[in-house]
């Protein structure tokens, strides 16, 4: 006969299947368990296996608030600036550069975690950073600005 047992280890809550047997050698009843793995979902007897499934990243969950408002701001007051941005896609640098804390390497992470991403579409990964500093920073852009 079998059965299902859950142990509570810390905040994570395990299953076990028991089968009991009578152990001749010793006369008497003994158990054998066997790891069923974390439980997901105890009524419907619901586990994840060891090394067979992993919990999936969220990725719906994005910072709104200061890109978004940063963008109508920019869409409201300086249009022609918001338009060279989005044409040039620089916007997701700039809004990047004003509210990142960390260096432009980290851009990618930040522009993926963020309204920016739908908002201000553009391609923030590392080389692609340094093509547009490389091509921004030439004598021909600066003289085209000028």
């Known amino acids: 006969m079998s059965f299902i047992r859950f142990k509570q280890i810390g905040n994570k809550e395990y299953a076990y299947e028991v ?15 066997k790891y069923l793995g ?6 419907k007897n619901e586990f994840i296996k060891p090394g067979k499934m992993k919990m999936k990243q969220e990725k719906l969950i994005l910072d709104f608030g200061d890109s978004y408002f940063l963008i109508m701001f920019m869409q409201s007051r300086m249009k022609e600036l918001y338009d060279f941005a989005v044409k040039s896609n620089v916007l997701p640098l700039v809004l990047y ?50």
Do not use: C
């Open 19 to 33: 089968t009991s047997y009578y152990d001749k050698e010793k006369k008497r009843p003994a158990q054998k368990s």
């Open 38 to 43: 974390q439980v997901v979902n105890r009524e």
């Open 97 to 146: 550069r004003i509210l990142g804390k960390t260096g432009m390497r980290r851009a990618n992470v930040w522009h993926d975690g963020n309204i920016a991403k739908y908002l201000a579409p553009g391609d923030t990964t590392s080389q692609r950073i340094s093509e547009f500093l490389v091509k921004f920073g030439e004598e021909s852009s600066l003289r085209d600005f000028y």
